[in-house]
């Protein structure tokens, strides 16, 4: 149900062999339904590169990406960086991707030890998506506590409304299952599920 595409930077290329200290990388997967094969086939074949780490330049370079303008649905850039912003500020930028319409949250996820805390907190702040207590961003210092960090996001950016394709003809002939598990109607929207007429939802 989530739309993915990749970015990267600092490198404007896969082989990541030009660029610039605080330059923007690139897009290489537009967001898009089903782009796991192409997200990992572009991942296995990247290089790494020392051009500094340009958040701030690569944030401000998704400001009129059309990828991040679909409105139909809400818009995230998921930011993971294993160092602390080498060039410009990143934060005015975040904030800025926030003032498009639609607006575009960021959420932020630091990986290792070379990160920067303050900054981190202030982009996540920033970004709309601030974690209560502290860090306000996700810290992954490991493989799993990545895969952690991407689920956890994934299911804070999830709807659990669905526009039905057809009107019931008595809502109250409506079931509903998760995982096999029948759930119970509940009107008061406490513990279980509701159905709303007005919206078909």
């Known amino acids: 149900q989530v739309r993915f595409g990749l970015s990267?930077?600092?490198?404007?290329?896969?082989?990541?062999?030009?660029g610039m200290d605080c330059g923007p990388g690139g897009v290489f997967?537009?967001?898009?339904?089903?782009?796991?094969?192409?997200?990992?086939?572009?991942?296995?074949?990247?290089?790494?590169?020392?051009?500094?780490?340009?958040?701030?330049e690569h944030l401000k370079s998704l400001l009129d990406y059309t990828g991040l303008e679909d409105a139909e649905r809400p818009n995230y850039v998921l930011l993971i960086t294993d160092g602390q912003a080498t060039c410009d500020d990143p934060v005015p930028w975040v904030s800025a991707l926030r003032d498009e319409v639609p607006e575009v949250k960021t959420f932020v996820v630091g990986f290792g030890s070379g990160v920067d805390p303050g900054q981190l907190n202030d982009m996540a702040e920033a970004g709309g998506t601030a974690l209560p207590g502290d860090p306000k961003y996700y810290q992954?210092?490991?493989?799993?506590?990545?895969?952690?960090?991407?689920?956890?996001i994934a299911g804070s950016v999830l709807s659990c409304e669905y526009v039905l394709t057809d009107?019931?003809?008595?809502?109250?002939?409506?079931?509903?299952?998760?995982?096999?598990?029948l759930l119970e109607r509940d009107p008061t929207h406490t513990d279980g599920w509701d159905y709303d007429p007005a919206t078909n939802r």
């Open 8 to 18: 990267l930077f600092p490198g404007p290329d896969q082989d990541c062999d030009n």
């Open 29 to 56: 997967v537009d967001p898009a339904p089903m782009t796991a094969d192409e997200i990992n086939g572009f991942l296995g074949g990247a290089n790494t590169c020392s051009f500094g780490t340009p958040i701030a």
């Open 140 to 152: 992954a210092d490991d493989a799993q506590s990545l895969v952690d960090a991407f689920a956890s």
């Open 167 to 181: 009107v019931p003809s008595n809502p109250d002939d409506l079931y509903v299952f998760f995982d096999g598990v």
